[in-house]
């Protein structure tokens, strides 16, 4: 079936350093592909998607690129805040079964000040 | 803007007694999950439905029931709690219009068991 891995956490930055968090997957499909955060007491949150492959999703500053070839979504940001102190989830969604959004098991990101 | 409304928001069962768990939208969706969330583990998907009347099994159901009577309200069952058990349930939904589907979620009923 389909599958998302990523970086196990958890991962402690410093403030202003750069941050990768890896995602690959897998299906035999053409996935949609997500990353999520999620901050404590809260539901995690949409942080973009990328339905299609070579493109690029960004937003507040993180990035990731739809790598086809590699099967990966990896997570950067080439600053990181305390303020991103969160959960982050990889997820995909394949076109044979777009209502079905698989996610990864998370990655805890802690930067200090 | 909509909203999704998990309750009860905590939850303390005792072991093998049947539990609740209820979710509303108000944003029409037709498309909505439950998902539980257990540390090291990630989200991993319960049951999902597509429209009213509608389930469809996720990865981990059972143990498990769910009910979709309304489109705005999607109901979870866990049948026999089990002893220590501790885990969040999020629920979600989506438009369920096409494939760029991106569930948006509650804030979760944290579950305890005695």
């Known amino acids: 079936g389909d599958s998302v891995t990523q970086t196990e956490g958890p991962v402690t930055l410093s403030e202003g350093t750069s941050l990768t968090v890896n995602c690959s997957y897998e299906t035999k499909q053409y996935p949609t592909l997500f990353w999520y955060v999620q901050y404590p007491g809260e539901g995690p949150q949409l942080l973009f998607k990328?339905?299609?492959?070579?493109e690029k999703g960004s937003n507040r500053g993180f990035e990731a690129t739809y790598n086809k070839e590699a099967t990966s979504f990896h997570l950067q940001k080439a600053s990181v805040q305390e303020s991103d102190s969160a959960v982050y989830y990889c997820?995909?969604?394949?076109?044979?079964?777009?209502?079905?959004?698989?996610f990864g098991k998370g990655t805890h990101l802690h930067v200090l000040p | 803007g909509g909203i999704i409304t998990q309750t009860p928001k905590f939850l303390i069962g005792q072991e093998g007694q049947k539990l609740t768990l209820k979710c509303q939208q108000n944003?029409?969706?037709?498309?909505m999950y439950w998902y539980r969330q257990d540390s090291g583990k990630g989200l991993r998907l319960i049951y999902y439905?597509?429209?009213?009347?509608?389930?469809q099994k996720g990865d981990l159901s059972e143990g498990y029931d769910a009910s979709r009577e309304k489109k705005s309200s999607f109901s979870l069952t866990v049948t026999s709690a089990q002893k220590n058990e501790m885990a969040v349930f999020l629920c979600a939904s989506s438009p369920g219009t096409d494939n760029n589907q991106a569930p948006l979620f509650g804030e979760g009923t944290r579950l305890s068991v005695l």
């Open positions: 944003f029409n969706h037709d498309t």
């Open positions: 997820a995909l969604s394949a076109d044979t079964n777009a209502y079905k959004v698989i």
């Open positions: 439905s597509i429209t009213e009347n509608d389930l």
């Open positions: 990328v339905p299609k492959a070579n």
